[in-house]
Each structure stands twice: as structure tokens, then as C-alpha cells.
């Protein structure tokens, strides 16, 4: 690699030195912490969401579980954390210190009223601490109280009132943090948009359950004795987030540059969020796998992606894959093909054959002497199942057939 | 550690996490190769796929059900030349830890109180007697107990195990793991009577007074020697009585008090362990692991024909034997107290194949040598027990005195006398020893449920098959 290329991006007017953001949690609790991220390479950050004093924060305890699939860690991640448990002004010099630290990084701060007027004091005290711009937190699982958190996310009129309010007290850019746990999170967006926001972020925590205890029969986290369905993060959600962040790029009426989150842990990921339509991109679980140094992997990849692809700006791959979205209906189902085998490759473990004959065509034979397994073409489906299950990378790939080829029909009995 | 820790201690098992990783390296094969290499009809592909997806509890009954030694054998098995040898994750990069994750399942079985075999309902069959409670014994009438026979197991020594609790080091499997892995016997109901050799001629026949069919597995206990007529020398063992010596937890133990001396005779000297095989190479890291100076494993063939296992030879030499190889032990030199002090070693280089398909030592003329030695540990092989044949007059042995019995069904030549393991094959691996207990049991079932009337054998095994070599188990 010759030359480094220019990772940073502008989202909402504010420059990034690069599009990666710690989001609101735990990974963004205080100055201390969030001065190593800086260090280690960070471009901004969403500041754990403020509120006001007026009610103590008091965390469950234990507050996190982890959802391992196999030996795989944190495969997903469960939560009940709470908005800050710091009191307002300690967070306000905070992020005030930073900002004079390090003048050259993002702050965002995120806050939650419960009321317009907490709204209104929380957006301005945020603004004079000195912060870049505003995360308004209308999406965290947690809250009890209605008229707070996701069920703000929840309801378009809350979401537009909230927002109003706060355009009214500050000039900062304004981003709306959105619950996935809806339907359509164009209507909330759009709301958000009525209100005066110029930027959404997504994805929250999916309010799910994970685990329940087997002996005690407890939801986990088990805090004592009691579980929730709670927030749930991590790998297992980011398809979830792509697609709202899809959904909401392609929407043209919306219009808003968004920042994407929800199970990014690698450059890669970061990537499709960028190419489904983020600008920016946010992670909490992927820092409690890893720590604040998997950033310098995220930098690094993309960096060399966009050299070999001869990528000047993050900005060209904006939304890059929105073109190629589309109903599921519009595909030309004319194009048909098969799976193909390179054969001198196999080991002759035989699990292609066992999901082929059990949730696919039936298409393979067994030589149980050889080992080995044998295609009937016509009766290929091309699910590519037994592409999943082969332990050799790139032995099994997908083959277009010819216009004229027909597929075996499958057959009745009785 | 001290010296004794040192010779308790095995290596650790896998913890659950680990267990968990290894078992996702499997590729879950369809007709699992794995599964059809067990002489003992283990079958990994099932309980990997158990463990994978969580049916740790039918995992753990998939080995128990088909292994009452699945602990024992998933330390002791040489996998790697069974099992593992045919895991298709060897054409990826390397084969599963088979054994290791059947250590594991078991382990796991110990630590969360699951228990697999209960005593069968119904009324009581007929008894049998089981004549050696080492793993063919063992084997054998934990299946004849399952199957609802009243088994009774007469053992010489005080404890059950055989080869198991005397014949290898505790860090390869100590009486503690071994003690938990035999504890489901006790559920089945098999009756054990300890401290209880047979003794006189006709013994075994006797025994079918009051038992309607007798399983002889007595193993094979006698050491070959170098020299038939070798005097009496202070500091010079056989494996048998050096392994036996160390095994000295319990002191009602056969070689109770022989440990200090063994130990005594070992510690700061100069050994020399005389064989290639897996015992000899336990003889070699035992003595180390009491303290030796310096540890010599005499082989007279080459390394790649050590019969012992690569990961033991490897340990051997890590742990800081010297392999003098190609080199023939033709006697030993003794001062004038009848103490050892050194080896009289002849050269060897290898000549044309011998019958066993291995090139031959052949001795170099004038190469003679002498190494200085204090200990010589004897490792090149066992046989039966001469006083064993007396036990048994009207069963037909071979030259060697091994039983002949069919492969298939553990036959004798006497009507209801049914044997296996190291008394019939001579020194083998544990796992054979237990598949021989499994097979016989289910033919002397055959044989009382009057199935198969016809008991006197009809294929001769082959020839005498040690060759004075051969140390495995």
C-alpha cells in the first residue's frame, strides 16, 4: 500500500477523521474512557446518554449476559443497562474536557428527558458543555416510564414533539437514535424529520430474551431471582440493522444522513453499513468483545480496501448497494443453475449429502466406499446448503445452467 | 512438585469451553469413519454430535453404554493409530482430539453426578464367574451384569484394575480417576471377590461347580527377560515389578513397600530402560519423574520402529531421556556386592526384513561398548504367567501358553470356559482387551441362552503372537 487513503467523512456538517464512533453505552461512560478510544483511533463518539438528577440511576446487577453459539463468544449479548448513573454535571465538564482535548474528534451527546422540559434543559446544557452535536435517545428498552425511551421511538407523535422541543433550544445537529423493535422505522424517521432532525441513527438494542436458566427457570441476566426481556446486541443482529439502515437510505422522502449501528465488529461490517447507506458507524458489543483497539483493525482494513478499489472518499460508497435492492418479486427467475464440486478437494465428511437429502433436492449420491458424494444436476436445487456444511472453503460454488437446462420435478408419492 | 506428585499427576483433561471448540473442529461426518476404527465399538461420531448440540448427558451414556473403561480408554488409547487416524478433519489440517473429548464427556459425567448404568429389572440369570478384573474382567462382566447375569470376578490383587492400576503409571491414569471410572461396576451388581487368587490344578474347571460359564482374562503378567538365567543384581527390574513398585497409594497394594526401594534404586543414578514400546517409555519418564540423573532407552532397532506410540516417545525425550538406538544389550556387569554398574551394549545396524516386516538389527562385529548404569529397567515384552496353565489343564494354550480362543466369540477349547484379552492375544492395547470382554460376554449370553450349542472352537488363532518385542497394552 503506497498512500493512506482519507477515511474521514462529514455527517450533519461536523468533519470525522474517520466514520468509526463509539455508541451510547457503556464503552462511552466517562472522559477517562473515552480519551483511550481517542487514542487508539476513534473518530467520535455517542456519549452514554444524560439525563437529569431528577431520578437516580441505579443498575441492575448483574447487567449483561452473553449469548455464545458453540465455542463462538458473544455471539449476541443481553442487557438491562440503564441511561448514565453519573450525575449530570460530572458528565457535562466531561464532555467539555473533551472537546478541549481533543478538538479534532466527534462528541455527541445523547440524551433522554422525560418530560419537553427535560428535553429542552438536558439539549442545553449539552450545548454549552460544548458538545458537536445532539443524539436524542428515543429508542432504549429499558425505560418503564411511558413517554420515555423506545416507547418514545415508538409513537411518531412523540418522536416529532421531542424532537421540536429540542430544535427549539440549540443550532447543534440533531440525530434521532431509533428502536427496531417496530415495523417501519421510515414512520418514526419521518417524524423525527417534521420535528427539525437532521440525521438518524439506528439501530438500538432488539428487545429480546436470550437465555433462560434450565434450573431456576429465570430469563438472563438473572437479577435475582428475576429476568426481563431486554435489549440484545451484537453479531447476531446486524442483518437487522442493515435493513433498516437499507430501508431508511433508499427512502428518498427521508433524505437524512444516517448513522448505522447494531453488531459491527469488524471493517467489514462497517463497510455494508457504510454501503447500505450510513455515513457513520457506531459499536458498543464489538468493544466489549475486543476492546477500544479494534478500531485500528476497521481503519486499516478499510483503507486497503478502498486503495485496491481505487476508493478516494468514504463518501462515493455511501449507500453504494441501495441501487441494487430490490423486491423479492423482481427477480428473473428464468436464470437458473447448480452447485458444482471441485471434487480433488474433498475430505469425505459427507455432511453435503446428509443436507441435501434431508432439507434440499435430494440431488447426491453417497459412494460410501469412496467416501465421496455425486451431483444429479437435474435435481439440484441451488439452495447451496451443502455449500454451508462443507468444511473445505470453495469446493462447492454456484454454477449458472444453460437457458434450456430443466430441473427434475420433485416427486409424489401416493 | 515433589518426585511422588510428579508421578500422580496426569495431564489435564479438556474443560467444557475447550471441549465445546474442539468438538466444532468435527465435520459431523455422514457415516463416520471414526466410528467403524474402535476395537471396542466406540462411536465418536455420535457423542461429538451429542456434545455439539448440547446432549451432553446423551453423549456421555453413548460412551458408558458401550465402554465401562470409556475413561481409562480415553487417556490410555493410542487414538491416534484407531480413531483419530481415520477423522476426515485430517484432510482440513488435523484430526479431532477424539479421545480427549471421550476423557472429557466422562470427566463431565463424574463432576455433575450423571450415572448411565443401572442394575436390570427382572429376576437374576445364571452366574458366571469372571477370572481377572482387569479390563477384558472388567469389560465382561459389567455387559454379563447389564444383560441381568449374576457375575462374580475373582482377582488376585486387592483392587480391581489389572494393567490399569499396575501396569501403567499413575500419570497416565492414577487411582483416583481410575477409582471413579470403575464406580458404576459397583451399580451393576457385579460381585467382587479381592485378595482371591485361584489356586490349583483345575482351578478354573472348578469354578464351573457353581457357575454355569467361567471367562478367563487373567492377562499376561510374566516378564520376558534378556537373559532366561539372569542372577540376581541389585538395581536390575523388569517393568512389571518397576511399574507395580510406583502404583503405592494404597498400602494393602500388591508391591506394598517395593516403592522406596524402586524409588531408592532410581533416584540420582544413571538408568537404562531396555525396549521401545509404550512401556518402556513409562519406565523411561517414571524414572525421571522419580529423579534419575540421566535415563537411556537401549533400542536395538531404530526410532521409527519403536513400537511405542510418537506422542510417548516424543514425552520421553522432552521430558529428558537419551534414545541409544541401534544398539543390542547383551549382558549386564555387576560389582563385586552384586550391585549393577554398568550395560554391555553391541552395535547394531539394520540387515534384511525380518518376518514381521521390519528391517532386522544385525550386529556390528567388535562395536562392543559399555554404558555406565546403576538401574537397568527390563521393558521388551510380557507373557502368561507359567503357573497360569495349571489353573486351566483341559484348555488348549499355544507354545507360548496364550489361550486359544476364537476372535469372535472368546471360545475356549472347554465347554463353557470363555477367554480374552492379554491371555489369548498376548501384551495388547487396552481397547482390545475390552472389546474381547464385550464380544465374549455377549457369546457366553448366546451360550446360556442355548442359542449356539456348539462352544469348542473352530478357528485356531495365529501363531504365538509376541515376538518378544512387543510391549503394548
Known amino acids: ?414 | 512438585m515433589s518426585h511422588t506428585e510428579e508421578l500422580e499427576k496426569m495431564e489435564p483433561g479438556f474443560g467444557l469451553d475447550e471441549a465445546v471448540a474442539e468438538a466444532q473442529r468435527c465435520l459431523l461426518c455422514h457415516d463416520a469413519p471414526c466410528s467403524k476404527a474402535c476395537p471396542a465399538g466406540t462411536d465418536p461420531g455420535a457423542f461429538i454430535r451429542k456434545l455439539r448440540l448440547r446432549n451432553l448427558t446423551g453423549a456421555i451414556r453413548t460412551i458408558r453404554e458401550n465402554n465401562i473403561l470409556g475413561g481409562s480408554c480415553g487417556v490410555l488409547c493410542p487414538a491416534s493409530r484407531l480413531c483419530e487416524k481415520e477423522c476426515s478433519a485430517t484432510g482440513i489440517d488435523r484430526p479431532v482430539r477424539i479421545a480427549k473429548l471421550q476423557r472429557f464427556l466422562i470427566e463431565h459425567a463424574w463432576k455433575t453426578g450423571f450415572k448411565v448404568l443401572e442394575k436390570p429389572a427382572g429376576p437374576a440369570k445364571d452366574k458366571v464367574a469372571v477370572v481377572g478384573a482387569g479390563p477384558a474382567g472388567l469389560s465382561c462382566a459389567a455387559e454379563l451384569a447389564r444383560r441381568g447375569y449374576r457375575v462374580t470376578v475373582f482377582e488376585a490383587p486387592p483392587e480391581p484394575g489389572g494393567v490399569l492400576r499396575y501396569g501403567v503409571p499413575a500419570f497416565r491414569l492414577n487411582a483416583e480417576f481410575l477409582n471413579k471410572d470403575l464406580a458404576e461396576l459397583e451399580t451393576l451388581g457385579v460381585d467382587f471377590k479381592f485378595s482371591a487368587p485361584l489356586e490349583g490344578l483345575g482351578a478354573v474347571e472348578r469354578l464351573l461347580d457353581d457357575h454355569k460359564a467361567v471367562f478367563i482374562a487373567i492377562g499376561a503378567w510374566k516378564p520376558l527377560r534378556l537373559n532366561a538365567h539372569q542372577k540376581e543384581i541389585k538395581g536390575l527390574f523388569t517393568s512389571v515389578e518397576f511399574l507395580a513398585a510406583l502404583r503405592q497409594g494404597s498400602e494393602e497394594t500388591l508391591f506394598a513397600g517395593k516403592f522406596s526401594e524402586a524409588a531408592k534404586a532410581v533416584r540420582g543414578k544413571t538408568c537404562a530402560v531396555i525396549g521401545g514400546g509404550s512401556v518402556a517409555m513409562d519406565c523411561a519418564r517414571s524414572a525421571l519423574k522419580l529423579g534419575a540423573k540421566d535415563v537411556y532407552v537401549l533400542y536395538r532397532r531404530s526410532y521409527s520402529q519403536m513400537p511405542a506410540e510418537e506422542d510417548e516417545k516424543q514425552a520421553a525425550m522432552n521430558e529428558g531421556a537419551h534414545f541409544l538406538l541401534l544398539n543390542q544389550p547383551v549382558d549386564y556387569i555387576a560389582d563385586k556386592d552384586g550391585h549393577l554398574k554398568g550395560i554391555k551394549l553391541v552395535r547394531t545396524q539394520l540387515g534384511g526384513k525380518d518376518p514381521s516386516g521390519r528391517r532386522k538389527p544385525v550386529e556390528i562385529r567388535e562395536s562392543g561398548w559399555t554404558l555406565e548404569a546403576q538401574c537397568a529397567i527390563e521393558a521388551i515384552g510380557n507373557a502368561p504367567d507359567d503357573k497360569a496353565r495349571k489353573l486351566y489343564p483341559s484348555i488348549a494354550v499355544n507354545k507360548g501358553g496364550l489361550i486359544l480362543a476364537d476372535e469372535k466369540h472368546g471360545r475356549t477349547t472347554g465347554r463353557g470356559v470363555f477367554a480374552g484379552g492379554d491371555i489369548v492375544r498376548g501384551p495388547d492395547l487396552v481397547v482390545r482387551a475390552v472389546r474381547d470382554g464385550k464380544t465374549a460376554a455377549a457369546a457366553i449370553a448366546d451360550y446360556l441362552e442355548k442359542k449356539r450349542v456348539k462352544q469348542i472352537i473352530t478357528r485356531k488363532p495365529g501363531t504365538v503372537p509376541f515376538t518378544g518385542e512387543q510391549s503394548e497394552r
Open chain 1, 1 to 414: 500500500m503506497t498512500k493512506k487513503p482519507d477515511l474521514s467523512v462529514t455527517f450533519c456538517g461536523k468533519k470525522f477523521v474517520n466514520p468509526f464512533m463509539l455508541s451510547s453505552s457503556p464503552v462511552s461512560n466517562s472522559a477517562k474512557m473515552i480519551e483511550r478510544a481517542f487514542e487508539a483511533g476513534w473518530g467520535g463518539v455517542a456519549y452514554k446518554t444524560v439525563v437529569t438528577d431528577r431520578v437516580p440511576i441505579i443498575h441492575p446487577s448483574p447487567r449483561m449476559h452473553p449469548y455464545n453459539y458453540g465455542a463462538q463468544r458473544l455471539a449476541g449479548l443481553q442487557n438491562v443497562e440503564q441511561t448514565t448513573d453519573r450525575g449530570l454535571q460530572p458528565n457535562l465538564k466531561d464532555i467539555a474536557y473533551l472537546k478541549k482535548k481533543w478538538p479534532d474528534r466527534v462528541v455527541m451527546a445523547s440524551i433522554m428527558g422525560f418530560a419537553n422540559q427535560e428535553w429542552a434543559d438536558l439539549a442545553k446544557a449539552c450545548t454549552d458543555a460544548g458538545a458537536d452535536m445532539l443524539e436524542l435517545n428515543f429508542s432504549c428498552p429499558h425505560m418503564t416510564v411511558e413517554g420515555s425511551g423506545c416507547k418514545v421511538g415508538q409513537a411518531d407523535d412523540l418522536v416529532e414533539k421531542f424532537t421540536a422541543t429540542v430544535r427549539n433550544v440549540t443550532k447543534l445537529p440533531l440525530v434521532a437514535k431509533m428502536t427496531p423493535n417496530l415495523a417501519d422505522m421510515n414512520e418514526p424517521a419521518m417524524a423525527a424529520k417534521r420535528g427539525g432532525a437532521d440525521a438518524i441513527s439506528a439501530i438500538n438494542t432488539v428487545k429480546g430474551m436470550s437465555e433462560i436458566g434450565l434450573d431456576d427457570f429465570v430469563p438472563k441476566p438473572n437479577v435475582f431471582g428475576k429476568g426481563a426481556i431486554s435489549g440484545y446486541s451484537g453479531p447476531a443482529i446486524k442483518p437487522i440493522g442493515l435493513r433498516f439502515i437499507a430501508e431508511m437510505a433508499a427512502n428518498k422522502k427521508l433524505n437524512l444522513p444516517l448513522s448505522g449501528m447494531g453488531g459491527v465488529e469488524t471493517w467489514v461490517d462497517a463497510l455494508e453499513y457504510i454501503l447500505a447507506g450510513a455515513t457513520t458507524v457506531q459499536v458498543t458489543t464489538g468493544i466489549i468483545h475486543y476492546g477500544y483497539r479494534m478500531v485500528g483493525d476497521m481503519i486499516e482494513g478499510l483503507s486497503d480496501y478502498m486503495v485496491q478499489k481505487n476508493v478516494k472518499h468514504v463518501s462515493e460508497l455511501v449507500g453504494k448497494a441501495i441501487p441494487y435492492l430490490h423486491e423479492t418479486g423482481e427477480f428473473d427467475v428464468k436464470r437458473q443453475g447448480i452447485s458444482q464440486y471441485d471434487m480433488d478437494r474433498c475430505v469425505g465428511c459427507g455432511q453435503c449429502y446428509l443436507v441435501c437429502r434431508d432439507a434440499g433436492g435430494e440431488a447426491l449420491e453417497w459412494d460410501s466406499k469412496k467416501r465421496r458424494p455425486k451431483l444429479n444436476d437435474d435435481k439440484c436445487l441451488s439452495c447451496m446448503i451443502c455449500s454451508f456444511v462443507c468444511p473445505v472453503s470453495g469446493l462447492i460454488t454456484y454454477k449458472e445452467m444453460p437457458a434450456d437446462w430443466k430441473r427434475k420435478e420433485t416427486v409424489t408419492l401416493g
